[in-house]
């Protein structure tokens, strides 16, 4: 397996399990963010999550005693774990359960996997990353695409044209812009289509 500080660059763990030959993580490889976000967050991609993989998490909890637990009691579900409901919480490091591969194979995915976001996501521009959770039924996406928000813009964030499930910085966007487009967003796929949707990001 793999051990990882909190503060670890996802990608760079990614990078260091390919570099080991180990394979399970290829998923995570794009993922920008660190791999206590990762853990808190249950982050996931092309088919991948985390608690596919957390073997282990060490703790600090809301009395700074060092604690752990095993992945299955890490209350994993779609974006979501035991560390965001218990806020006082602080993670420090992961361990993760990989199985030995073929490098070439692991590499060979990732490349496929960085090609595939490249293609669908607007990575030219900054944003922190899919704005909102997939609602049950549907694609977050294409919601706010029907309902003819792709490229609406409140001051510099908008309303991604590649992909309209992210909100990016155009230049000069305030958090307010943000929350602002987040809020429009939310309120006119509601009026459409009755979906209501929940921000995958937060707000700190």
Known sequence: GVRAGAGALLSGVAKAALEASLTGLEFAAGIPGSAGGAVFMNAGAYGGQMADVVRE???????GALRTCAGAGCGFGYRTSV????????VVS????????????IRTQMEDLAQRRRDKQPLDLPSAGSTFKRPEGYFAGKLIQDAGLRGAAIGGAQVSEKHAGFIVNRGGATSA?????????????????????ECEVRFL
Not at 57 to 63: E, F, K, N, S, T
């Open 57 to 63: 998490v060490a703790y600090l909890d809301g009395d």
């Open 83 to 90: 560390f965001k409901a218990h806020p006082d919480w602080t």
């Open 94 to 105: 992961v361990t993760l359960g990989l199985t030995p591969g073929d490098p070439a194979s």
């Open 177 to 197: 812009d943000v929350r602002a487009l987040v809020s429009l967003v939310q309120r006119t796929v509601l009026e459409r289509f009755g979906v209501a949707l």
